[in-house]
T-cell receptor, first 106, second 116 residues
């Protein structure tokens, strides 16, 4: 079993939709959880992070961690075509999910 | 802005060739990393270095070696390239102690290697 599992998608949604991206993890020692965004032919860049359980909001993006169920989520409100990218979850132990490819069409 | 520069964006090599992938960062970061990224497998850590001349194996070091002679430069070496090393290679750097922190990784744009 991988330590971090993520549905690879692709996920295709219309502009304006609410997007939910998810990961599960198996190691309860993980403390910090990150979301990276990777545009085509580019390296990943940090989008946001959360510590332990709870929510963190940044504009249209909300990251959520539920440590009791070992579940990590990223919500994107009012999705835009410019959000089209691969989203990778990651832990503070340098372990990445496989990434979910998101396509937002106009 | 932190910049991580990978010298070659696209390379085509033949089986058995020695391949050097170079990475330079300009923000005086202690930690540097090499990952490979493959569809369905995600990012897998090959090697990392937390100081000059120091290196640690990641999850998939077989077939690779690294060199860090200067703080800003971290090289990945494929001694004898094989077709299963065809992949996207990503270099990253970080200034923080990564265990138990939000140590952000700053990635380069990647080097796509094809081994024929």
């Amino acid at each position: 079993q991988k330590e971090v599992e993520q549905d690879p998608g692709p996920l295709s949604v219309p502009e304006g939709a609410i997007v939910s991206l998810n990961c599960t993890y198996s190691n309860s020692a993980f403390q910090y959880f990150m979301w990276y965004r990777q545009y085509s032919r580019k390296g990943p860049e940090l989008l946001m992070y959360t510590y332990s359980s709870g929510n963190k909001e940044d504009g249209r993006f909300t990251a959520q961690v539920d440590k009791s169920s070992k579940y990590i989520s990223l919500f994107i409100r009012d999705s835009q075509p410019s959000d089209s990218a691969t989203y990778l979850c990651a832990t503070d132990k340098l372990i990445f999910g496989t990434g979910t490819r998101l396509q937002v069409f106009p | 802005d932190v910049k991580v520069t990978q010298s070659s964006r696209y390379l085509v090599k033949r089986t058995g060739e020695k391949v050097f992938l170079e990475c330079v960062q300009d923000m005086d970061h202690e930690n540097m990393f090499w990952y490979r990224q493959d569809p369905g497998l995600g990012l897998r850590l090959i090697y990392f270095s937390y100081d000059v001349k120091m290196k640690e194996k990641g999850d998939i070091p077989e077939g690779y070696s690294v060199s860090r002679e200067k703080k800003e430069r971290f090289s990945l070496i494929l001694e004898s390239a094989s077709t299963n090393q065809t992949s996207m290679y990503l270099c990253a750097s970080s200034p923080l102690e990564l265990q138990g922190s939000t140590g952000e990784l700053f990635f380069g744009e990647g080097s796509r290697l094809t081994v024929l």
